[in-house]
C-alpha cells in the first residue's frame, strides 16, 4: 500500500497522549519497561543514544499495535546514520553557541577589579545573552519535535527533509508541545521520590506518552494514495 504524507500543522492533544501513555504502562508495563531498560544499556554505546530511544518508540508502537515485538529489536543499527549526523548537529550548534559565553568569561576575567570580583557591566551582556542562547535551544528542539518519528516511523533518512516536514507539523503547537513535554518531563521524575528507584517506573511513562504524540501526528499527516484516489472516482 502506497503511504504518503502531507505535512500540516497538528492538532496537538495534549491531555489524550498522557492518559494513552498510562494506560499503554497500565495494560503492559513489564514489556514497557523490559524495553526501557534495553533503551538505557543501549544509550551507553557512544552517539547511540537518539537511535536507541527511535527504536525503543518502534518498539512500543508494535507493542501498542499488538504485533509480535522482541526487545533485542531496538539493538537495531539500520538509522544509526541519520541520529549520528543528527547528533553531530545538535552538539555543533550548542558549542557554536557557547563561543560567545567563552568570550564573555575571558573578558570578564581580564577587566575584574582589584578584589578579583568580575565586571558588572559584562553581566548586563551576559545574562541577555544567556536567555537568548537557551530560548534558540528550545526552539529548534521543539521545531524538530517531530524528526525522530519521521526518521523511525516513515524511514526518512533525510534531515532537512525530516525538518522541514517537522516545522510544518509544530506550526502553532510550540506552546502545547513545550507544556507537554514540561507536564510528561515532571511526571517521569516523581520517582525520585521513592528512594530514586520509582524513576525507573515513571521514566518509561515519559517516552510512552511521547510515542502516543508522535503516533498521532504522523497519522494526520499521512493519506492513502490509493484510497484517495478511489474516493475521488465515486463522485
Do not use: H
Not at 504524507?5 to 504502562?25: R, S, T
Not at 545538535?90 to 575571558?106: D, E, R
Not at 575584574?112 to 534558540?136: C, Q, W
Request: proline content about 4%.
Amino acid at each position: 500500500m502506497n503511504v504518503n504524507l502531507a505535512p500540516k500543522p497538528i492538532n496537538f492533544k495534549f491531555g489524550e497522549y498522557i492518559n494513552k501513555g498510562f494506560e499503554l504502562l497500565k495494560k503492559d508495563f513489564g514489556s514497557v519497561f523490559v524495553g526501557f531498560l534495553v533503551t538505557f544499556l543501549m544509550s551507553i554505546i557512544p552517539f547511540c543514544g537518539i537511535l536507541a530511544v527511535g527504536n525503543y518508540y518502534k518498539y512500543l508502537r508494535k507493542l501498542n499495535k499488538n504485533q509480535s515485538v522482541s526487545a533485542g529489536e531496538i539493538f537495531d543499527f539500520k538509522d544509526f546514520m541519520p541520529y549520528f549526523i543528527l547528533q553531530l548537529i545538535i552538539i555543533a550548534g550548542v558549542f557554536v553557541l557557547y563561543i560567545p559565553m567563552i568570550f564573555f568569561g575571558v573578558f570578564a576575567g581580564i577587566t575584574s577589579n582589584n578584589s578579583g570580583e568580575p565586571n558588572p557591566g559584562m553581566m548586563i551582556f551576559m545574562f541577555p545573552y544567556l536567555f537568548f542562547m537557551i530560548a534558540t535551544l528550545y526552539y529548534f528542539l521543539l521545531k524538530g519535535f517531530y524528526m525522530i518519528p519521521l526518521i523511525s516511523f516513515k524511514e526518512i533518512t533525510d534531515l532537512k527533509t525530516a525538518w522541514n516536514i517537522s516545522k510544518v507539523m509544530t506550526k502553532g503547537n510550540l506552546w502545547s508541545i513545550l507544556l507537554f513535554a514540561f507536564v510528561v518531563g515532571i511526571l517521569s521524575q516523581i520517582g525520585i521520590l521513592a528512594c530514586g528507584i520509582g524513576i525507573f517506573i515513571t521514566i518509561p511513562f515519559m517516552y510512552a506518552a511521547n510515542y502516543f504524540a508522535y503516533e498521532d501526528a504522523i497519522q494526520q499527516i499521512e493519506y492513502d494514495e490509493i484510497t484517495e484516489i478511489g474516493s475521488k472516482n465515486e463522485f
